[in-house]
């Protein structure tokens, strides 16, 4: 049945797969290279699936497979293609970009493309790791294996998205998609790895059959780990995926956890386009409270901040071993990370590595004369903290803070000594006499202030922490703002 609803569905929603502009064009630089070989063209055209699919359903519509093998990779086609074929193959290629696909269709097709680059990491470390050699031929079935589900984002939307919001932890991709489409990306799959020729591993991938090749059933794992890891590292789904290849390796699992953990990151940078939310970012996030918290309210930061990247659902996570130091470094080692981002990171540990309960980021404005609520976390809806506006010329004891890098602990045993100095509307709003107070700058400009308190004893190990947190992140914003300048 599900067979017969896939053949339905390929009928009114087959199409040429775009090129993703950034592998076209550097196809287009290398082939204006005099020393350009064959070679270097497959080592690109290799990682775009809408290149690599058109050029096996056109080479391969006439070999069956046993008097003339398929081709098996972009290389050993190239190689009886020859350039000026390839120049004109290329030339004529649509890309992504002119497709005339929608903004939100090239969004969520560069995030599944994100997942496709890990796939194919994933898979080169699992077969290494076998003793094998990561060929082109297994190069060329990892990069194709999601080809069910790249039909599915590029030609019907909006049933994909229905399936991205119902694909959550440890609900089953294949159950999920059947739901929402009538058959599973498996059943998609091996019809259109027909139907377009695909090399025969890839077909082989694309089978559940107990009879596949080492090969095949490696690259069924990875696939299923890299699915997995896109909503998370530490939910049951991945933690089974993971066991599952630990088993099929022989490998310790803790020990294959850290090698997949490596190989997501190094995915991440590889990946050359910048609108994506990498599987290694959910790895680099602290845990989320499963209890609703008050949506974040964002305004430009003082220096120039990105929009977020439009995320996947992250799913709840267990502690990472991660230090707040290492989250940071790695979270800035990804071009797409965003001011933003580093704030989001830097409220959640505050919120639940050090416990605090109420987190206001007051911001100034523009002209540095007002500073207001923008980010927050553990305020109630109804708090007049979430609308608090600070005019700095009459903040007394703000308006000093804000003057260079550094912070204040206001306790029960020196309040008094500060309660004039603090504007009244700030007192009215927290209501608090035993609170931590520290300004955040973005390199020599101040940007804003912090104010934390808890429900919880504060201490000095507390303070101290805190204080190492907004230190930390302060200097990772000047990182990225520097970036960003040098990169315009």
Not at 92 to 102: D, E, H, K, P, V
Not at 340 to 346: E, F, R
Request: include cysteine; charged fraction near 20%.
């Amino acid at each position: 049945m599900s067979d017969s609803a896939a053949k339905t569905w390929l009928s009114s929603h087959k199409n040429q797969v775009p090129a993703l502009d950034s592998f076209h064009q550097k196809v287009l630089e290398t082939l204006k290279r005099k020393t350009t070989s064959l070679s270097d063209l497959a080592d690109i055209i290799s990682l775009d699936p809408g290149m690599s699919i058109a050029l096996f359903e056109k080479m391969n519509v006439k070999r069956n497979g046993k008097k003339q093998p398929r081709l098996d990779s972009v290389h050993s086609i190239l190689g009886l293609m020859g350039i000026p074929a390839v120049t004109h193959f290329i030339n004529q290629f649509q890309t992504l970009q002119n497709s005339g696909l929608s903004k939100d269709i090239r969004q969520a097709y560069h995030q599944l493309m994100s997942r496709n680059f890990h796939l194919m990491h994933q898979s080169a470390q699992f077969i290494e790791l076998q003793g094998m050699a990561n060929t082109h031929e297994i190069e060329a079935a990892a990069l194709l294996h999601n080809t069910a589900e790249i039909y599915a984002c590029l030609f019907d939307i909006a049933q994909y998205k229905k399936y991205q919001q119902a694909c959550l932890p440890n609900n089953l991709a294949a159950e999920t998609a059947e739901f929402i489409f009538g058959f599973n990306f498996s059943e998609l799959g091996h019809l259109l790895s027909h139907q377009l020729h695909l090399p025969d591993l890839a077909r082989e991938a694309q089978q559940q059959s107990k009879n596949t090749s080492r090969k095949g059933r490696t690259l069924r794992i990875v696939a299923e780990i890299t699915q997995q890891a896109e909503t998370g590292w530490d939910h049951d789904a991945f933690t089974q995926s993971l066991q599952l290849g630990s088993d099929y390796l022989d490998y310790p699992v803790s020990s294959l956890r850290k090698k997949v953990l490596s190989t997501a990151l190094k995915a991440a940078l590889d990946f050359p386009i910048a609108d994506v939310f990498p599987a290694i970012a959910n790895a680099i996030l602290l845990p989320t409270k499963e209890k609703p918290q008050p949506k974040l309210t964002s305004a430009p930061l003082k220096a120039p901040v990105s929009a977020p990247a439009p995320a996947i659902k992250k799913q709840t996570l267990t502690s990472s071993n991660l230090s707040f130091s290492d989250r940071v470094k790695s979270l800035i080692r990804l071009q797409n990370t965003t001011q933003a981002g580093i704030i989001d990171l830097l409220l959640k540990e505050l919120a639940e590595e050090l416990q605090l309960s109420r987190i206001v980021l007051m911001l100034l404005s523009k002209n540095s004369d007002v500073l207001s609520t923008r980010f927050s976390k553990g305020i109630d809806t109804q708090s007049p903290l979430l609308k608090l506006q600070i005019k700095v010329s009459q903040g007394g004891l703000i308006k000093n803070l804000i003057t260079k890098p550094q912070s204040l602990w206001v306790k029960p045993a020196n309040f008094k000594k500060y309660e004039t100095l603090l504007p009244g509307s700030f007192r009215a709003s927290c209501q608090s006499d035993n609170f931590f107070l520290m300004s955040l700058f973005i390199s020599e400009r101040p940007i804003g202030m912090i104010f934390c308190d808890s429900t919880k004893q504060l201490d000095e190990t507390l303070y101290k922490a805190f204080k190492s947190r907004l230190s930390l992140t302060a200097k990772a914003l000047t990182f990225l703002s520097q970036r960003a300048k040098k990169v315009s």
